[in-house]
Structure formats: C-alpha cells, structure tokens
C-alpha cells in the first residue's frame, strides 16, 4: 500500500482529531506546541492513557511503544505515580523553597549513580544540557564543546548542530563539518562546537588532541539515541573517557533516553563513568522533567553559599513537589526485577521483528539496547548516524502510519521502547502488525 493510502486509512478513522487540528491551527503555528508529534496531515490527538494503551479524540485503541518518547517507563497513568502527584498536589502546587520531595529524589539518583554525587533539577532535558554545558565552560575556562555528529540533546544553540545533517553538506565522514539543525542558529555556535564520528575511537582522538586547549566538554549520548539506538563499539566510551581525562575535557553523559537502559544507567551497563550527567523523561514519571549532576567539585559552582553562586540558577518550576513525587514513585518500582522484565521485552520483540525481516527477505533491520529499539530500513551495517539513514526516505513514514492503522503507535523515525505495563503478547502483536504493514506494501 502506498503512503497516499495509508494517510487515507488514518484520516478515514481521525475526524475529530481533524477537527481539532483546524481549530489549533488558528492560534498555534502549526497547530501544535512540539514540531516533532506533527506529520501530515495532521497528528491525531489524545485523549487517554492506561496501562499500555493510548486512545485518541476519536476513541481509536492504539499500543504505546512511543511512551512520549520514551519517557512512559510503566505506561500510562500507573497508579503509585499517580497516587503519589495526587497526595503532593493536595499540599501545593507549587512553592518558592525546596520540598522534602526534591530532596528524595536526588538521594535516590545519586544512590543510583555513583558518578553523580550531586544534582540539580530543571524542567526538561533541554535545560539540564545547557547548564551542563556552561559549568564545563566555567570549570575548565574553555569555550568549545564537541558533540556527536546525529546525536540530539535538546533545543538550546550550543547542542542544536549536525543532529541530522544531510551527509552531502556535513564534510567528510571521520572529520564531519558543524551544520545548523535549525534556523536562527547563530554562525559563532558553530566555530564553538567540534563534531565527532560516532564509533569512531582513532578519528575522535586525533580531533580532541587538536582541539583540547580550547574543549570545554565532550557531551556524548551513549546510545545515540536520534541516530538510531546505536549501541557504542566494545571500548569506544571507555576511550573516550581515557581522552577526556588526558586532556582535562569535562565528559558529559546525556542519559535523558539511555537512563532507562538498567538501574543505573548506560553508564552502569556499559562500565563508564563520567564527570557530568544529565537526565531527563522517566526520572519524571511522566510530568516535565530534567536534571544534571555529578562530581562535587564541579557541581560546587552552583552553590550560594559562599556570598553568590559562581553560575546562578533559577527556574520557578524546578524540583516542583508534583514531579518529584511522581519521580520518587517512579524508581522505586524501577527494581532490579522491572529491569529485567523491560530487557526481555525488548530482547523478545527485537528477535521478533529480526526472523519477520529475515522471513520476508525485507531491507530492514532492529537496533536497540534494554527497553529501546529502533526500526532501520537499510541492509548497512549499523555504525553511525549516517549508516542508519534509509535508502528510501519515506519508508519510515510509511511505516509509522501503516502501524498507527494497525493500532500501534511509534515514534515516526522508528524510534521504540516497551513499558512495564506490557505482556509477551503486546509485544507480539507488534511483530504481527508490522508483518501485517509490510504485506501491503
């Protein structure tokens, strides 16, 4: 079945959401406040969430495999977070001081984590990368950063290069060229950011040894989350981390996605341990949410007790009780045992989606790590941003209609995770939709 049809199929069921979409578009441009839930020709709305499942204006039953891009670790509305944002409500809103709440929370993120021996709360993960990366800028006096060539860490200026560059205009694979993603990008972001290869250990070292004078921070995310869930070569972080520490570059881990990957994070799966983390999305337990931490030394900036904080820090919102109930309910049902259980999810729809593909001798193939997986339309091996982009670039699109057609629902760049609040059998029925997907077309 072609696009055309597929858009036919999901308009046919979305009439409200249609309707809803002309009236937004009216007084939001776009109509819409995230670019990225939009696509043509018009996103459907929600209305519901429970357990697994989300259901639109319309009343149509889809799976969640987005979980609000990934951050629905336990589903929707699971009761103990809800419970817990409830009982914190009934006290307040909000307040201009710290609760008891925010206080448990970071306990339990630095029990966690080792690396973060302390932290600090923001809003999203947007903000936890920006003031992540102006403390490197302050700790070392350095004015660069380097980031990964496909690698997204939010909406502020200094990250929003070479996230999804076209390969044509990026440079050269292992040297890649800063390209804007957006406009209003200003040309000074772009002499201030050094892009790395994904994978790439021997390129890597020699741009940082060239740069290091100047390199403030190295933000890496582990798993190269928008590029496809492409877990790092056997001893690439560990190098990275060897570089950094040679060179005094501050090393950022943005585990906003990857923290859902064990109790611990990436950081604690793959054996690595940086100087700053940032995290952001299940740390919430689906309310708005971010947050950074790590050595003392260098989180030492932001505190105001020595006359005033080297690097101030507002935010009206930060650590609001809502959220930090929600988040504190949210760890602690992330045992060991949930990790387990979220891992053979993702093993069992990972091998499903593989013998579909393998069957039906399609060119396609599944990343991912944990919870998290990633649909990929071409045979190449999967090492970089550029490796994951699809030889037909509509096929993705394609794809995510089709399956919101099969009631399931994705991100629409095939971007993946399974919730604890799914069984064997939901998973399966992903594989037997995507089947079902790839049959028409």
Known sequence: MSLDKEVAEYTAKTARSRALHEEALAVMPGGNSRTTTFFDPYPFYAARGQGA???????????????NYTSLIL???PPDVVKAAQQAIESGLSFPGPTEWEVRLAEMLTRRVPSVEQVRFT???????????RLARAFTGRPKIAKFEGAYHGTHDWVLVSVAPDPKTAGNRRHPKPVPA???VPPAVLKHTVVLPWNDAEACEQILAAEAANLAAVLVDPLLGIGGVISPADGFLQRLREITERHGIVLIFDEVISFRVAWGGAQERFGVRPDLTTFGKIIGGGLAVGAFGGRADLMSFYDPRQGAARISHGGTFNANPATMAAGVATL?????EAYARLDALGERLRGGITRLLAGTRRKGQVSGVG?????????????DYRSSRPKDAEQPLRMFVGLLNEGILLTQRGLGACSLAMTDEDVDRFVNALARVLARQ
Request: aromatic share 8%.
């Open 53 to 67: 499942h989300i259901w639109d204006a319309d009343g149509n039953d889809r799976l969640d495999f987005n979980g």
């Open 75 to 77: 589903g929707h509305a």
């Open 123 to 133: 809003n999203s993960g947007t903000e936890a990368t920006m003031n992540a990366v």
């Open 182 to 184: 957006s406009a209003g």
């Open 332 to 336: 602690n049902a992330l045992t060991p």
């Open 371 to 383: 919870s998290l997986f990633c649909l990929h339309w071409t045979t190449e091996p999967l090492t």
